[in-house]
């Protein structure tokens, strides 16, 4: 789902500026980094304290056929990916998702999904290859269970992607977008076109647009007190 490699631990509801890249920068990877015999190069400190605490990952359950495999990223770096084997419709449930509460986790982690204001569902096995782009073939839809639904017609041998920014308010460990360079952060820190146009799209998760009404209240509000 992120970066292996990357650390991430809390989501807040008001987040500060992340710093722009520098020698102050927060470490930049980019998605599902894996070494050369598929190993993860680490792990969240948080997952490994959570995982002694009997969080289990969800259930995933793939109506379509596909195939986790590696392929090299831009700067010579080996990532992981999903593709599908066969040809898929525009529409096409792909994967279904099972939550429970012990696979639930109150802060991010580098194999979570934000499915709720203050809720990360633990991904595991295909679904964690995933990886994000901003111009994706799939989109997530999220209730009762978790799914992801094809927005596209997908030619056997594509690579299944969905947009990080669409589920996630804040990526507290920013990676670096392998196919544009840029940085991905989280919805929060997208400029205001681009919130508008994800917002318009329909793909932007109900926890993320409620987060970004919240904020912009309580800015307004502030504003009002200051005046």
């Not at 930049?28 to 009997?54: C, D, E, I, K």
């Not at 982690?109 to 633990?122: D, P, R, S, Y």
């Not at 205001?192 to 146009?197: I, P, Q, S």
């Amino acid at each position: 789902m992120y970066a292996a490699a990357q650390q991430r631990y809390a989501c807040p509801s008001q987040p500060k500026p992340l710093q722009e890249p520098g020698s102050n920068a927060p470490d930049v990877r980019p998605s599902r980094r894996v070494s050369t015999t598929g190993a993860h190069t680490s792990t969240s400190n948080f997952w490994q304290g959570a995982t002694s605490g009997g969080v289990s990952s969800c259930h995933e359950t793939w109506f379509v056929q596909s195939e986790q495999s590696q392929f090299e990223g831009a700067e010579g770096e080996r990532l992981e990916q999903v593709t599908v084997t066969e040809d898929v419709e525009e529409g096409t449930m792909l994967l279904e998702v099972q939550r429970n509460t012990s696979s639930i986790l109150p802060v991010p982690a580098w194999n979570t999904l934000q499915i709720g204001k203050a809720e990360h569902a633990v991904f595991s096995s295909k679904s964690l290859c995933l990886n994000h782009s901003s111009t994706p073939n799939t989109r997530i839809s999220i209730g009762p269970t978790i799914q992801v639904f094809s927005t596209v017609y997908i030619p056997s041998g594509a690579q299944l992607t969905f947009n990080y920014n669409t589920t996630e308010w804040v990526i507290s460990s920013p990676f670096k977008d392998w196919t544009t360079g840029s940085l991905v952060k989280g919805f929060f820190h997208l400029g205001r076109e681009e919130k508008g146009h994800l917002i318009e799209s329909g793909e932007v998760s109900e926890h993320v647009k409620e987060l970004w009404d919240e904020y912009v209240r309580r800015n307004v509000r502030i504003k009002q007190d200051e005046e």
